[in-house]
């Protein structure tokens, strides 16, 4: 029950009042007391002047002393205060009773402090607090007789007002505790109803809630705890939105991230794993997946050091050539767990090995001609009395060899304009079917020389279409070279044209020596020739169809082959009708 600070502050107040009409209470009736004590002094004083002592002794020197000290004091009754409480007494020098007020009690009369010190020869007048009764000894001499005027006072008047100031201070505690009660409980309240409302936003906070602050309603201690409290829960609100927005982004971020990002506990248990991680290791997931499980054999880290902060190996899954970096997770020993990240390294790989095959077959083809051309050259300038026929045929090789190196050149050039985005198209409108027929009678000659016969197959109706008729007209002349080059003499080629689904479609068709299956889906890279060394004589750097294809998907279309070896291969082109230029005439001769 007294838990409560709202009890204990009404128990403090209670208290705190009880004790303060109890100390009021007390000292009222000390005070009183001491009133009493000191009126009764002052009017012993007031009354036994020396005139008035004079007259005592002089009466004590007469005869029956005793008798006229009583009536001289009944005299005096008034002034002395003597009534039912206060009593005087003539006492001889041996304290026994003579004369006075009240003959009953007096011969039983106490013998006190002061009646001895009376007796003593010095007057009593000593009182105290502690003592039920006020009394006052004087002694008078008369001759070698001594009486003692000795005055008495019960406090029964007093002990009469203590008991009713008693009753009143009861009365008002009582009332006053009554009086506490109910304002302890007005105060306490004011004074806890701020710190309930705390405790009750509080509870809201640790629950999520931030949907109302709490109302500042003094301007004291607890109004500025209740500021505080609010600026508390708007910056924890403001931090807990910023942590979610940041738990958001890494959601996200690991979410649509390509790398694969895995987490385990201290006992291996799985914790997160993103897309990426299941599909590049080819596991669901599963809240029952273990790290071993999921990455085999490879060793949790330890603890990492400076030279290995993050340890990595490669990891083969099926296919695919991974590159795991392992991370401990945590702090401390005991919360320590493993952080995988998986990085794909297959295309990697296989664009570093086209990169070697790459370099290794420019400086082939370069060095080839380059050899050509420097023995000749050596040749010439080392005999001086070669024939006419022979030098000039050394010059032509010498010169071939040249224009080889300059064609390789200029399309490596191509190449990269078209890999750094800086091959700029000249587009125009002009009819596809003169631009085949264009094509068609620049290489008809070529193939009667190989005794090849050439057809040109066009549908109706071909449309005008907006394309780099420059560019269109060399991909078609590379493909119709190839087939007039790999096709044995005597063989048939067909160019053909027509439209389909809104593309316009370019066929090149031949039955040559064809392309196997294993060679057909590299076709299109770069020095990339079928049978290198059985196809060499036949010429050509293997870049004609990469700059092919990728001058057709600068047109936003595609290139495709089919091929059966010992059959034939058909080239096929596929570009869409563009209409988004105006009409412009194409100038030049068809």
Known sequence: MFRSLHMKLVLILILLILSVMLVVGTLMMNRVTSFYLSEFRTQMEDVFTTQFLGELRDEANGADAATRLRDMLYAYAGPLGIDTYRQYYILDAAGSYLAGSDAVSGPKLEVTSNIIRALGGEIGDRMYLAESYMDIAIPLSAGDTIYIIYIKDSNAELDELKWMLFKITVQVILFGLLFAVLLSFLLSKTMTMPLENVTKGAARLASGKFDRMLEVQSADEIGELTRTFNHMAKTLQETLADVEGERNKLGTLFLHMTDGVAAFDKNGAI??????????????????????????????????????????????????????????????????????????????????????????????????????????????????DLPPQTSARFLGVINNEADRMARIVKDLLT?????????????????????????????????????????????????????????????????????VKYTPNGGTITLSGHVENGMLVISVSDNGVGIPKEDQSRLFERFYRVEKARTRDKGGTGLGLAIAAEIVRYHNGTISVESEVDVGTTMTVRLPIREDLPDVQDTRQV
């Open 271 to 384: 914790v997160h794993m993103n897309p990426a991680a299941e599909v590049l290791l080819g596991i669901p997931f599963s809240e029952t997946l273990t790290y071993d499980e999921v990455l085999g054999d490879l060793p949790q880290p330890g603890t990492p050091t400076e030279e290995d902060q993050t340890p990595s190996v490669e990891y083969k899954r099926g296919e695919r050539t991974l590159q795991v970096f392992l991370a401990p997770l945590g702090v401390t020993e005991n919360e320590r767990g493993t952080m995988v990240v998986i990085h794909d390294v297959t295309a990697q790989q296989k664009l570093e090995s086209a990169r070697r095959e790459f370099v290794a077959n420019v400086s082939h083809e370069l060095r080839t001609p380059l050899t050509s051309i420097k023995s000749y050259t050596e040749t010439l300038m080392e005999t001086s």
């Open 415 to 483: 190449l990269s304009r078209l890999d750094y985005g800086k091959f700029d198209l000249k587009l125009s409108r002009f009819p596809s079917s003169k631009m085949l027929t264009s094509v068609y009678d620049a290489m008809v000659f070529e193939a009667k020389n190989r005794f090849h016969t050439l057809t040109l197959d066009l549908g109706d109706n071909l449309p005008v279409i907006t394309a780099d008729r420059e560019r269109i007209e060399q991909v078609v002349v590379n493909i119709l070279a190839n087939s």
